[in-house]
């Protein structure tokens, strides 16, 4: 499985983005996927996952409330629509997609994409 991740981008302080993450090579539609983040001196941290199963969410508590993931499984791409960013959600953000569940612990995910950047500034 292939991930691509893209719309990433700079945004001010209380802004919007969108990022999306598309797969390609595999059975999307029976993947877990989840987004995680990895800003500069800092290990890589979970941001939110979906199930594969029954679109079941489950999210990091500094981003309860802003964002929301969310999968089209016909067009084999997970989404994380972020609102109300501020200057602490700057990272490299990360798509990754695990076969068995959609957990917190990044070293279960089995596919991973390249990354997409978002600089959020005050």
């Known amino acids: 499985v292939q991930l691509q991740a893209s719309g990433g981008g700079l945004v001010q302080a209380g802004g919007s983005l969108r990022l999306s993450c598309t797969a390609s090579?595999?059975?999307?539609?029976?993947?877990?996927m989840g987004w995680f983040r990895q800003a500069p001196g800092t290990e890589r941290e979970f941001v939110a996952s979906?199930?594969?199963?029954?679109?079941?969410?489950r999210y990091e508590d500094s981003v309860k409330g802003r964002f929301t993931v969310s999968r089209d499984n016909a067009k084999n791409t997970v989404y994380l629509q972020m609102n109300s960013l501020k200057p602490e959600d700057t990272a490299v953000y990360y798509c990754?997609?695990?076969?068995?569940?959609?957990?917190?612990?990044?070293?279960?995910?089995?596919?991973w994409g390249q990354g997409t950047q978002v600089t959020v500034s005050s």
């Open positions: 990754a997609a695990d076969r068995l569940s959609f957990g917190r612990n990044g070293k279960y995910y089995d596919y």
């Open positions: 090579g595999g059975t999307f539609y029976r993947y877990g």
């Open positions: 979906i199930s594969w199963s029954d679109g079941t969410t």
